[in-house]
């Protein structure tokens, strides 16, 4: 049962480089989201999906591009990474309106 | 904008003891729901427990339980019989019922259980 999984786990990028933070979840859900967890700040919504088709920004989402892919698959782009995007970045999934969401394992992205 | 505090960087405690941690939010909303999330050393993030504001009655979850005020605006978590295991960052999480999904979290609590 995977339930949320991102890729990768782990990333190290220079200035100014581009990347996609994968995700895909298989539990049928409706809605997607991106957090990025800084310390001593919890973690903090940048995109969200709520269906296929649509996405909307979130608290912090300067500096990041979102795809809805397909119903399973939500992407997160860099195009220009900057150090102040050091951070670790959770995939999320809710089946519907005020259920739980469910979290992926998180990618640890590191901007030199 | 809702906001959701929490007052304790790091709480520690001696294993088998009971332990509380707080949590107090702000929302004109009247219709809510609360969560508290578990995040080990692993990364995860493990849903503990879910409250609803209209219900009176507090969430329970095996030794995990919630003393929810809701005049108060206060949804505290208290562990017992604490195990080595419940050693985690525990965030508090608000989101509302308006068809706007989203998760507002608190800056955590890093709980330590002592052997």
């Known amino acids: 049962n995977a339930g949320v999984t991102q890729t990768p786990k782990f990333q190290v990028l220079k200035t100014g480089q581009s990347m996609t933070l994968q995700c895909a979840q298989d539990?049928?859900?409706?809605?997607m989201y991106w957090y990025r967890q800084d310390p001593g700040m919890g973690l903090r919504l940048i995109y969200y999906?709520?269906?296929?088709?649509?996405?909307d920004k979130g608290e912090v989402p300067n500096g990041y591009n979102v795809s809805r892919l397909n119903k399973r698959e939500f992407s997160l782009r860099l195009e220009s990474a900057a150090p102040s995007q050091t951070s670790v970045y959770f995939c999320?999934?809710?089946?519907?309106?005020?259920?739980?969401?469910?979290f992926g394992d998180g990618t640890r992205l590191s901007i030199l | 904008a809702q906001t959701v505090t929490q007052s304790q960087p790091e709480m520690s405690v001696q294993e088998a003891e009971t332990v509380t941690l707080s949590c107090t939010y702000d929302t004109s909303e009247s219709n809510y729901y609360l969560f508290w999330y578990k995040q080990p050393p692993s990364r995860q993030m493990i849903l503990v427990i879910r409250q609803e504001a209209y219900k009176q009655q507090n969430a329970t979850e095996n030794r995990f339980s919630v003393n929810f005020q809701k005049a108060a605006k206060s949804f505290s978590l208290k562990i017992s019989d604490s195990q080595l295991g419940d050693t985690a960052m525990y965030f508090c999480a608000f989101m509302t019922n308006f068809g706007n999904e989203k998760l507002t979290f608190g800056t955590g609590t890093r709980l330590t259980i002592i052997p």
């Open positions: 539990m049928n859900h409706n809605s």
């Open positions: 999320a999934s809710q089946e519907y309106s005020n259920q739980p969401q469910h």
């Open positions: 999906s709520a269906s296929e088709g649509t996405t």
